[in-house]
């Protein structure tokens, strides 16, 4: 007769215990790279938690993309495989740099995880799957979806985005009839220790380019359900376009959130 | 620079690591690679969520959850092909002696510790993930059916289905008789 109990606590303890100090400080220094990507969302690379499937799925929809992240923690249901789309939009003239770039319809396929009603105009959808929407300039030169510099990126909040204290400037913005906040995402932060390959990865890439810098917008689209805008200042966006167009952005049951 | 984030989550380490691992590692099968990856994704979840941990109504059932969410997010990456593995094990897994002849889950002329654990590793690799999570946070944590089944997200009922097929399971594989603890909190039916 044998217990149960005894048996597992015998398998159990056949491993190893108490960690050193170099596993804590691992430990530590992958929590604040995890964390520091979750603030620094989508300046850089594909988000956290983008699921191992939605890698592939870029991978088969953007042959240069090559660049998949192993140490990605998938969440979630299995996500539907990312999908990039060319519909462009209204008009190529040129425009001043400088001037607000105003709204259009939006008139073609709605992307799968979320709807848009109106966007920028000279900006296409570029990719789309449950963990973002990206929205780019025609004749961007930068065509990966999974790259979200100088674009408008929508997704839904995980948790930490949603919690996370935000150091700089911010206010509430009515959009419909909710109250959405309106705040300037800050720029990467300096190497932490423990960081380094992180904060490098962050260094060498480009800033949008603008003097305003990226803002953002938590809206909320439900009961504890926020979507998160990134919204580049080179929109030169008013709050009141930046509400029209957060209006008509809406969130599908096939969202999916990045997780944190 | 430090925080009281650093800090907290740094006593949180020294003190709940290693139970971290040992869960780990019966919930993997065994499979300490896999279990030491679990354990990480499990620990950075933790530290990113700090805030919604520490105002969790119960902070050691939100870790479970983590570590058994991990798990699951782990064995969906497509680059791990240990349920194929697992396949193969399974139809190796050597049988258990005959009650009577020594230890009754030791294997015939076997007579250490470590083959009985292996042979437990074996019996918990043949059940799915969240049976076998069902059965160490039921049987290894002592945890009550209403808090396994906050742990995992799911009904008391699924609980205690899930633990009564489990020790079927487990009493087949290891042919041979096996008491399992009925005092623990609404237990099931074994």
């Known amino acids: 007769m044998s217990d149960l109990t005894e048996l597992l606590h015998r398998a159990a303890d056949a491993v190893p215990v108490a960690p050193a100090a170099s596993v804590v400080d691992d430990d530590l220094a ?37 660049t998949a992240t192993p140490g990605s923690v998938a969440v979630g249901d299995a996500p539907a495989p990312s999908t990039t789309t060319t519909t462009t939009i209204s008009s190529t003239a040129p425009r001043n740099l400088d001037a607000a770039i105003s709204l259009v319809a939006y008139t073609g396929a709605q992307p799968a995880g979320y709807t848009v009603d109106r966007v920028p105009d000279g900006w296409v959808v570029q990719g789309v799957d449950p963990y973002s929407l990206v929205i780019a300039p025609v004749g961007a030169k930068d065509t990966d979806p999974s790259s979200f510099v100088g674009k408008i990126t929508i997704g839904k909040a995980n948790q930490g985005e949603i919690e996370v204290e935000r150091p700089g400037p911010q206010h509430k913005l009515r959009v419909g009839d909710v109250t959405a906040r309106l705040f300037t995402f800050p720029r990467p932060e300096g190497p932490q220790a423990g960081a380094r390959a992180e904060q490098q990865r962050v260094h060498a890439s480009p800033r949008p380019d603008d003097p305003e810098g990226t803002r953002g917008l938590l809206l909320p689209v439900g009961k504890g359900a926020y979507l998160i805008f990134q919204l580049p200042g080179t929109l030169h966006w008013d709050d009141a376009t930046v509400a029209a167009f957060a209006a008509g952005v809406h969130m599908t049951p096939r969202a999916r959130s990045a997780a944190g | 620079m430090r925080t009281n984030r650093d800090e907290e989550f740094r006593a949180f380490v020294l003190a709940r690591r290693a139970d971290l691992v040992r869960s780990a590692t019966l919930l993997t099968a065994g499979d300490r690679h896999l279990a030491e990856d679990v354990v990480q994704a499990t620990l950075t979840a933790l530290y990113v969520n700090w805030p919604k941990y520490r105002g969790a109504d119960n902070p050691p059932a939100y870790a479970r959850r983590c570590l058994v969410n991990a798990l699951i997010d782990e064995k969906r990456r497509p680059w791990r092909q240990r349920e194929r593995s697992i396949d193969v094990l399974r139809d190796s897994v050597r049988p258990m002696g005959p009650l009577g002849g020594g230890h009754p889950f030791q294997a015939p002329g076997l007579d250490h510790d470590g083959e009985q654990v292996e042979a437990m590793y074996e019996a918990l690799r043949a059940l799915p993930p969240r049976m076998r999570a069902v059965l160490v946070f039921r049987y290894f944590h002592d945890l009550s059916v209403a808090d396994t089944a906050e742990a995992l997200s799911c009904s008391q009922g699924n609980v205690k289905s899930q633990a009564a097929r489990a020790i079927d399971r487990l009493r087949a594989r290891l042919s041979g008789e096996l008491t399992v603890p009925h005092q623990l909190n609404g237990a099931s039916h074994v």
């Open chain 1, 30 to 66: 992958r929590g604040r790279r995890a964390l520091a990507r979750s603030r620094q969302i989508r300046w850089t690379a594909a988000p956290i938690g983008l699921g191992a499937a939605a890698v592939a799925g870029l991978i088969f929809a953007v042959p240069h993309l090559t």
